[in-house]
């Protein structure tokens, strides 16, 4: 098993910038991938940004590339997002996820563990 807890999110007007912390605890040396998603009222979840553990390879939904950046600090178990330019479409329920199978899950989007979310809202 592994555990997520969010931290960071709050609110900020557009062109602000705000970073998402997430601790993980438990398995984690069994995670193959880890990643942000997010949903907002009304809408599906989407997945954001994801970063495979072993490589650092990387993969940003094109809505936030060149705005977010996703990062890993391995001793501290700790995922980063990074977002600046932020929009008022960003406003959403920000969701740190990890994954233990294979690769192919992770480019999917099917993550297997979940945080409870952290809330980001964006005001113009």
């Known amino acids: 098993q592994v555990q997520l807890v969010e931290s960071g999110g709050g609110s900020v007007q557009a062109g602000g910038s705000l970073r998402l912390s997430c601790k993980a605890s438990?398995?984690?040396?069994?995670?193959?991938?880890m990643g942000w998603f997010r949903q907002a009222p009304g809408k599906e979840r989407e997945g954001v940004a994801l970063?495979?553990?072993?490589?650092?390879?990387?993969i940003y939904a094109d809505s936030v590339k060149g705005r977010f950046v996703i990062s890993q600090d391995n001793a501290k178990n700790t995922l980063y997002l990074q977002m600046n330019s932020l929009k008022p479409e960003d406003t959403a329920m920000y969701y740190c996820?990890?994954?233990?199978?294979?690769?192919?899950?992770?480019?999917?989007?099917?993550?297997?563990?979940w945080g409870q979310g952290t809330q980001v809202t964006v005001s113009s």
């Open positions: 970063i495979y553990i072993g490589t650092d390879g990387t």
């Open positions: 438990g398995y984690t040396y069994r995670s193959t991938c």
């Open positions: 996820a990890a994954e233990s199978r294979s690769g192919a899950y992770c480019y999917n989007w099917d993550f297997g563990y």
